[in-house]
């Protein structure tokens, strides 16, 4: 197992966790426990977790893994509502694209759709995600606008009033948001508020909004509001979705595609 793979399940495990010993890491990951001690201190440097006597514990309260330790979560999944999503675009619209792992497949399942190899442009893609644009930008065909800010280094997403001056000035044809969180309650949310402040500019730009949220993340509450649940149009996710909540969130006016 490559250190990068090592580095992930351990995060992994301390998320669904929220402590590990030494020597249980040792042994769920078949490695040895100086192997595991390396990793715990070299992960800490990195204030990705918290060193203990024996072990380690999350960082902070309220822990989310940097995007790159994300990826892999869940990515069947992912990758089927990406393609889901990106049926739903149509040549020459504006899209406007959060950051996120789900998002991010978005954007690969639109680079390679072959209705989208050409034009002037064959879509205009607004994104404050910079992986995203830098996946894109290479593809002539489509536009990309980023909408500047600060970076955030867990997401790789642009936040800060400087975004603010890009997006008063378009409109956007759809925004697809990737969300920590969506619930009929309390409506689609992320850990950090810049971020979700971002994501609110992007929907209110939008003529429709699209949810790419795999099932985990359906039911669930997170930190920061970006927007209220009839605020979406359509919600795309996977078949493991709890009929109850896909029920709930049908009554409550939006349109569910499961995946």
């Not at 990758?79 to 619209?93: G, N, S, T, W």
């Not at 995203?132 to 980023?146: C, G, T």
């Not at 800060?160 to 697809?176: E, K, M």
Request: with cysteine; hydrophobic share 45%.
């Amino acid at each position: 197992m490559s250190r990068d793979a090592r580095w992930k399940a351990l995060l992994d495990l301390l998320v669904d966790r929220g402590r590990l010993d030494v020597e249980e890491a040792a042994a769920e990951l078949e490695v040895s426990a100086a192997t595991i001690r390396r990793d715990f201190d070299q992960l800490a440097a990195q204030q990705m977790l918290v060193r203990t006597r024996g072990g380690a514990v999350v960082h902070g309260v309220s822990y989310e893994l940097p995007l790159r330790y994300k990826t892999a979560r869940n990515a069947s999944e992912k990758q089927r509502i990406a393609a889901a999503v990106a049926d739903l675009l149509a040549p020459d619209e504006a899209v406007g694209l959060t950051g996120g792992t789900t998002t991010t497949e978005v954007a690969r399942a639109l680079a390679v759709r072959g209705d989208l190899t050409s034009g002037t442009p064959a879509l205009t893609v607004v994104t404050n995600a910079l992986n995203i644009a830098n996946e894109l930008a290479v593809r002539p065909q489509f536009k990309i606008v980023l909408t500047g800010g600060v970076a955030r280094p867990q997401s790789y997403e642009l936040i800060g009033p400087l975004a603010d001056g890009v997006l008063s000035q378009i409109t956007l044809d759809v925004a697809v948001l990737g969300v920590v969180a969506l619930d009929v309650t309390h409506g689609a949310a992320a850990h950090d508020e810049a971020e979700a402040a971002i994501n609110r500019l992007l929907c209110e730009r939008a003529e429709r909004v699209v949810v790419a949220a795999d099932s985990s993340k359906l039911g669930r509450r997170a930190f920061a509001r970006i927007c209220a649940v009839d605020t979406v149009d359509t919600l795309v996710t996977d078949t493991a979705a709890d009929p109850e909540l896909v029920r709930g969130f049908e009554e409550a006016g939006l349109r569910v595609l499961t995946v």
